[in-house]
């Protein structure tokens, strides 16, 4: 057997002590690096929820559906119910472990994530009501279907006007349809347009064409012989163009497609990046521990 100096036997010994409370009898890692290997796994799901939620967040904003604007809604909040979980079981163990600097990092995410939870359940909760797209399919459908009824119901009604009278009821019945298609072009503008005054200036001209259309319809009907057919579907048509169009406007008031857009174009970017910045912070001063504790 060799024998070693009697002067190095202190030294072996030290590193001998410094193994075992290092890694202990089983050789396993020491407790500070499970807790840092924790923190940095933690951390890095922490930033990845949080961009999944962010995506599908934009993505409930930008869907053309109810059905998908209630999906993208729902699986960004799963996304933000992990992160709190993460976050709320990554702080103690910072905590422990004395991290001051990394600390901070995640007391920065959480003051930007509050302001982010807040302003993401603003825009979801607007973007599933899709009042806009609801607006714009009454305009393109059942308020089209109308217009063309009373468009139809009208051109057969001067061919049963006396002869001295056509001419006036052509141009009345002319009139009235184009009252009513005016009254359509204007819809397109009033669904997208934000500002509430122009909507209100809109509202005022398609309530003046309105009165246009119906009292065409009232001098026509005065030329026209008693009980005639296609002044009643006229009439008719034109009472259900008000009704769905009032319910079109209302749809439009509530503007829920375009306010969503705009707070997720101008509000939340800032606080995506705030957020994301922290969380990108604090995966590299935990790698940095990380690189520390192994060398």
Not at 1 to 10: D, F, I, S
Not at 87 to 92: D, E, F
Not at 202 to 229: F, H, I, N, R, W
């Amino acid at each position: 057997m060799l024998a070693l100096p009697w002067r190095k036997l202190p030294v072996l010994g030290g590193l001998l002590a410094a193994v075992t409370l290092g890694f202990g009898c089983s050789g396993a890692p020491p407790p500070y690096l499970i807790q840092l290997d924790q923190s940095r796994s933690l951390a890095t799901d922490l930033r990845i929820q949080f961009t999944k939620a962010s995506d599908a967040s934009d993505r409930a904003v930008m869907a053309d559906t109810d059905e998908a604007s209630a999906a993208f809604a729902h699986e960004a909040e799963q996304a933000l119910q992990v992160v709190e979980h993460d976050q709320a079981a990554l702080a103690p163990l910072l905590r422990v472990a004395g991290r001051r600097p990394e600390i901070q990092l995640l007391e920065g995410f959480q003051k930007h994530f509050a302001e982010y939870r807040t302003l993401d359940r603003r825009i979801l909760a607007l973007a599933v009501e899709n009042t806009n797209l609801k607006a714009q399919r009454l305009s393109f459908g059942p308020v089209k279907q109308v217009a063309d009824s009373f468009r139809d119901s009208l051109a057969a009604v001067p061919a049963a006007v006396p002869l001295k009278d056509r001419c006036r009821a052509q141009a009345l019945a002319a009139k009235a349809t184009v009252a009513v298609r005016e009254i359509q072009v204007l819809q397109a503008p009033h669904i997208a347009e934000a500002d509430d005054a122009a909507m209100t200036h809109m509202e005022k001209e398609m309530a003046d064409l309105y009165t246009q259309a119906g009292d065409a319809v009232k001098d026509l009907t005065a030329l026209a012989p008693p009980k005639s057919p296609g002044l009643t579907v006229a009439a008719s048509a034109l009472d259900q163009f008000k009704v769905l169009s009032d319910q079109l406007v209302a749809l439009s008031r509530r503007n829920t497609n375009v306010l969503s857009l705009e707070l997720s174009l101008r509000e939340k970017p800032p606080l995506t990046s705030a957020c994301d910045g922290n969380l990108r912070a604090l995966q590299e001063a935990l790698e940095a521990e990380g690189s520390k504790a192994t060398r």
